[in-house]
Antibody, heavy 119, light 107 residues
Framework: EVQLVESGGGLVQPGGSLRLSCAAS????????MHWVRQAPGKGLVWVSR????????SYADSVKGRLTSSRDNAKNTLYLQMNSLRAEDTAVYYC????????????WGQGTLVTVSS | DIQMTQSPSSLSASVGDRVTITCRAS??????LNWYQQKPGKAPKLLIY???SLQSGVPSRFSGSGSGTDFTLTISSLQPEDFATYYC?????????FGRGTKVEIK
């Protein structure tokens, strides 16, 4: 059974940092591109970032470029999101998700982890 | 960035109704259009990928159509478990984008 489990969310002050993790199981993690998607409370889904299967290529939404960094450890079957210079508008539930091979959407999602940026 | 415009933003419908949601891209995205369903407090679920391909395990009452800039999600006979928010998403460009969502409520 495919499982994605996020962790690392919490309360952080503006300007602070946080690292999210997404532990994958039930599939060959190193074969799949992975994504982060976020959702502010009561709002819609916002795509955040994408990383290729070996971690050599990433892309980011303009709103997070230069502050959030996605990486992965295929030996540990884990995806990461390093979040720096956090702002109030980064407050959201952060989901990791697996890409259906071939740019065909996100077929498995984690349960999400809440990041709250507030003083 | 490619902008995705969904309409309507919300709708009220009854069980058994045929429901149609539209999504328009700001430029051609070929068939790189996906649809998701999200229920409150839950992660999104992929319904349709590549504009018209039904994801495994999704009921056949869901269907998708379109190409280029205009796309449609249709629920042929709305069921109680279908009351949720639906999002379209393009996967054509390097930077993916979602529509703002359509909330389907009970009439």
């Amino acid at each position: 059974e495919v499982q994605l489990v996020e962790s690392g969310g919490g309360l952080v002050q503006p300007g602070g940092s946080l690292r999210l993790s997404c532990a994958a199981s039930g599939f060959t993690f190193s074969n799949y591109w992975m994504h982060w998607v976020r959702q502010a409370p009561g709002k819609g889904l916002v795509w955040v970032s994408r990383i290729n299967s070996d971690g050599s290529s990433t892309s980011y939404a303009d709103s997070v470029k230069g502050r959030l960094t996605s990486s992965r450890d295929n030996a540990k079957n884990t995806l990461y999101l390093q979040m720096n210079s956090l702002r109030a508008e980064d407050t959201a539930v952060y989901y990791c998700a697996r890409e259906l091979n071939g740019d065909f959407g996100l077929d498995y999602w984690g349960q999400g982890t809440l990041v709250t940026v507030s003083s | 960035d490619i902008q995705m415009t969904q309409s309507p933003s919300s709708l009220s419908a009854s069980v058994g109704d045929r429901v149609t949601i539209t999504c328009r891209a700001s430029q051609s995205i070929s068939s790189y259009l996906n649809w998701y369903q999200q229920k409150p407090g839950k992660a999104p679920k992929l319904l349709i990928y590549a504009a018209s391909s039904l994801q495994s395990g999704v009921p056949s009452r869901f269907s998708g159509s379109g190409s280029g800039t205009d796309f449609t999600l249709t629920i042929s006979s709305l069921q109680p478990e279908d009351f949720a928010t639906y999002y379209c998403q393009q996967s054509y460009s390097t930077l993916w984008t979602f529509g703002r969502g359509t909330k389907v409520e009970i009439k």
